[in-house]
């Protein structure tokens, strides 16, 4: 198995009551049922800085 070192990471900011909504629609466009074609997961957001 030969592993390709292409990777993208995108960060989404989202109200908490909108998260599962959006992982759900991620996971659907990005076809992530299917293995190997990536990850999304959803993680509290305390205290962030730099945001514009």
């Given at each position: 198995m030969k592993?390709?070192?292409?990777?993208?990471?995108h960060?989404?900011?989202?109200?908490?009551?909108e998260a599962?909504?959006?992982v759900e629609t991620i996971k659907e466009e990005a076809?992530?049922?299917e293995s190997g074609k990536g990850i999304?997961?959803?993680l509290d957001l305390k205290?962030?800085?730099?945001?514009?």
């Open positions: 592993i390709e070192p292409e990777r993208e990471v960060l989404t900011i989202v109200e908490q009551n599962e909504k959006v076809g992530l049922d999304a997961i959803a205290h962030a800085a730099g945001l514009l």
